[in-house]
């Protein structure tokens, strides 16, 4: 009886595609099917609270801690809604998500 010789594949493996959890749905998902989104910081508020924008990052290339949302709004209302905006780029203070809704809208406007 033939012995059997196992061929290895001699194609490089590929790293697998980066995956990131939605703040919003909390489903998993390619890197390349979510928005990342960023915190910057707009001013300091007279009670020396800090308030922080939310802003979209579609190139990914904003500096500073980034949080991934699926391009829609009911995902962006369910993680303003269980508060994952603050925990999930990781600042106390208001947030300000108005950028981050305009682009949204102007996306689904354009689809």
């Given at each position: 009886m033939p012995e059997r010789t196992s061929k290895q594949s001699t194609a490089p493996k590929r790293p697998a595609a980066p995956v990131r959890t939605c703040i919003g749905c909390r489903k998993r998902e390619l890197a390349v099917d979510?928005?990342?989104?960023?915190?910057?910081?707009?001013?300091?508020?007279?009670?020396?609270?800090?308030?922080?924008?939310?802003?979209?990052?579609?190139?990914?290339?904003?500096?500073?801690?980034?949080?991934w949302l699926h391009p829609v709004s009911v995902c962006?209302?369910?993680?303003?809604?269980?508060?994952?905006?603050?925990?999930?780029?990781?600042?106390?203070?208001?947030?300000?998500?108005?950028?981050?809704?305009k682009y949204l809208e102007n996306r689904h406007e354009h689809s």
């Open positions: 979510l928005l990342r989104i960023v915190a910057q910081e707009c001013e300091t508020g007279e009670d020396g609270s800090h308030v922080f924008v939310v802003v979209p990052d579609p190139q990914r290339r904003l500096p500073g801690r980034g949080a962006s209302t369910a993680a303003e809604r269980r508060r994952a905006f603050g925990r999930a780029l990781r600042v106390s203070g208001h947030l300000d998500i108005s950028a981050l809704e």
